[in-house]
Nanobody, 114 residues
Framework: QVQVVESGGGLVQAGGSLRLSCAASGSSASINAMAWYRQAPGKQRELVAI???????TYADSVKGRFTISRDNAKNTVYLQMTSLKPEDTAVYYC????????WGRGTQVTVSS
């Protein structure tokens, strides 16, 4: 069983940046893909980005060119660098390890003010 702890959320103005972090622990030695999802109020949870152990990347169209996912395999940590933030990026962001998801963490709130 892998546990994840997300951090780095907060309140930022439109156009600003935030960096989210997620540390995976437990049975995390052989995690392949890790990912970030988000859920805005009243909307379904959506996939934001995926990164495999070898570094293959997948992004949602809505964040391409603005968000960057990365990971530190030695630390079982995944990051999400978010730039040029928009109010529509406001959501609770969830880390998933491994991907596809088997469980969810508590998430971290990101609020972008206009």
């Amino acid at each position: 069983q892998v546990q994840v702890v997300e951090s780095g959320g907060g309140l930022v103005q439109a156009g600003g940046s935030l960096r989210l972090s997620c540390a995976a622990s437990g049975s995390s030695a052989s995690i392949n893909a890790m990912a970030w999802y988000r859920q805005a109020p009243g909307k379904q949870r959506e996939l934001v980005a995926i990164i495999t152990r070898s570094g293959s990347l997948t992004y949602a169209d809505s964040v391409k060119g603005r968000f960057t996912i990365s990971r530190d395999n030695a630390k079982n940590t995944v990051y999400l660098q978010m730039t040029s933030l928009k109010p529509e990026d406001t959501a609770v962001y969830y880390c998933v390890a491994p991907w596809p998801p088997r469980s969810w963490g508590r998430g971290t709130q990101v609020t972008v003010s206009s």
